[in-house]
């Protein structure tokens, strides 16, 4: 038992003295600057924050990608579709302030945890249980927008067709 104890407290202080090491800051006549971990002429201690640390998840807690994708397929099977209602693909509209408002449908209906997320030009840009995005400040000009269901993972399950459309804001040009 004693020596089991001493070999334990020997591992912890061969681990824990790189963790106590000092560094040192040198500047010679030249002003260029040195670090080291050895003190010199005219070197100065420098206090060192401790590091910090990242504790990862155990890979059993990580569920692997092929299961992920599994669960993402069959709870997608279960919509025939999702689709944005409005604004129309291929529409032309006036939007002042750039505010667009989308619509959204899936047949059936959302299941429990699931929510639909649209996209901007391929980015996400709204997420919402409801059957409505206001998207704001959109710029003038011809945009594509997409809508997916995720669910409580945050996994797309089921992913819509995209549209196009074009918003026209005032300018001080016109």
């Not at 927008?145 to 026209?168: L, M, P, R, W």
Request: proline share 6%; no cysteine.
């Amino acid at each position: 038992m004693n020596l089991r104890l001493g070999l334990f407290a020997g591992v912890l202080v061969l681990t824990s003295a790189p963790a106590l090491a000092e560094v040192y800051r040198n500047v010679d006549a030249q002003g260029n600057v040195t670090f080291s971990d050895e003190p010199s002429d005219g070197a100065e201690e420098v206090r060192v924050k401790p590091v910090t640390t990242v504790t990862l998840p155990k890979p059993a807690d990580v569920q692997e990608p092929e299961k992920l994708r599994q669960v993402a397929e069959e709870e997608g099977s279960a919509y025939s579709s999702v689709r944005i209602v409005a604004p129309n693909d291929d529409e032309a509209f006036h939007s002042g302030s750039g505010d667009v408002a989308f619509r959204v449908a899936s047949k059936p209906g959302l299941k429990e945890g699931h929510r639909y997320e649209v996209t901007l030009d391929g980015q996400p840009v709204g997420q919402t249980t409801s059957d409505t995005v206001t998207v704001r400040n959109v710029f003038r000009g011809t945009h594509n927008a997409g809508v997916n269901i995720i669910d409580e993972n945050g996994v797309q399950v089921k992913t819509g067709e995209s549209i196009s459309f074009t918003i026209h804001r005032p300018s001080v040009n016109n």
